[in-house]
């Protein structure tokens, strides 16, 4: 005896009743206005502080303007007069800028990796003592360029580092460290590898701090036999997230440099660098936009100093961004 064949029940798709109806805009916001009041407050700063000025300045950089008379729109030119016409950009404030951010940006990140590393080692009733003793200089930058360093760069004998060098007798006569050119972007160089143990520097003590003890006893059984290894194999991926905030803060803070330059001008009384050797791509901006009032052509360079920092920051999210299914 055969049995009746019984036709499967098959329910209609979405695309058969008809396409379905998405919520407007202000429908969804209306629903999630409790998120959207959360959001707003960084949603509005962001827009006035980053997302309004890199506007401003895209928009100038299409202008020729000195802030007194009316603008007059000269399309692309303050670009091509960059790469054309400024000598002390091609000269100096590029080749200056790639040689301080390739030297402070990895040194300075090992640094803080280094340190943070080694602060986690100790016991704990004593990290916050070291951690406070090597964060402070971030703190306190504007003081210390003010006067501590003077005082140890002075180019007499009466400087720290001149006096050592003196009584040791590496050489015979003071060297003008804040006055020649062969020495001054080291200075700088220096000054800014004191003055990286900032955000990242905390953020990647933070992170070693959340890693799971557990991580390093089963690596262990696994074939992990020495501290490199650790670091290669589980500390390293572990904070992953916190090294990528902290090379991000390093790329920033590292084209903001040129600060350190125009602070040591105005306190050893000089007009510019000597033979321009600490002239940074910031300061060439500073010289455009403050002294020249040529705020198109400054626009320009700023937009140009974007472009850079959007690229190293890329290339950051490649190095240390998530991989895969992470």
């Known amino acids: 005896m055969s049995q009746a064949a019984t036709a499967p029940v098959v329910s209609p798709s979405p695309q058969a009743a008809g396409p379905l109806k998405r919520k407007s805009l202000w429908v969804r916001m209306r629903e999630n206005y409790s998120a959207y009041l959360f959001v707003a407050p960084f949603f509005i700063v962001f827009t006035i502080y980053v997302v309004g000025p890199i506007v401003v300045a895209l928009g ?25 016409e400024d000598r002390l950009f ?14 402070v940006g990895p040194v300075g ?101 959340t890693i799971n003890t557990e991580l390093y006893e089963a690596g262990s059984v696994d074939g992990i036999s020495n501290r490199l290894q650790e670091i290669y194999y589980i ?13 991000v803060m390093s790329v920033v803070a590292t084209f903001k440099g040129g600060i350190i330059g125009s ?9 510019a660098t000597p033979g321009y050797s600490g002239l ?13 009032y040529e705020v198109g052509y400054s626009a320009a360079l700023s937009v140009l100093l974007l472009v850079m920092v959007l690229a190293m920051t890329r290339f950051s999210f490649f190095l240390f961004g998530p991989k895969g299914d992470e």
């Open 235 to 247: 500390t390293i991926p572990s904070i992953r997230p916190q090294l990528l905030f902290s090379a």
């Open 90 to 103: 091609l000269r100096h404030a590029l080749p200056n800028t790639f040689f301080f951010a390739v030297i």
């Open 109 to 209: 990140y090992l640094l803080c990796f280094a340190l943070a590393w080694l602060i986690h080692q100790l016991p704990k009733k004593y990290r916050d003592y070291f951690t406070l003793l090597i964060y402070f200089p971030s703190m306190a930058a504007g003081v210390n360029l003010g006067i501590v360093w003077i005082v140890l760069f002075a180019s007499d004998k009466t400087g720290y580092l001149n006096s050592f060098l003196l009584q040791i007798g590496l050489i015979d006569q003071p060297i003008p460290f804040l006055y020649s050119a062969q020495y001054f972007m080291w200075v700088m160089i220096f000054i800014s590898l004191w003055q990286s143990m900032g955000i990242g520097f905390l953020a990647m003590l933070a992170g070693l701090q």
């Open 60 to 84: 100038l950089s299409l202008f020729s303007y000195d802030a007194v008379s009316a603008p007059k729109f000269i399309g692309f030119s303050n670009f091509m007069s960059i790469f054309t």
């Open 263 to 271: 602070m040591l001008m105005a306190s050893t009384g000089q007009d």
């Open 280 to 292: 940074l791509l910031t300061g060439h901006i500073d010289d455009f936009f403050k002294l020249r």
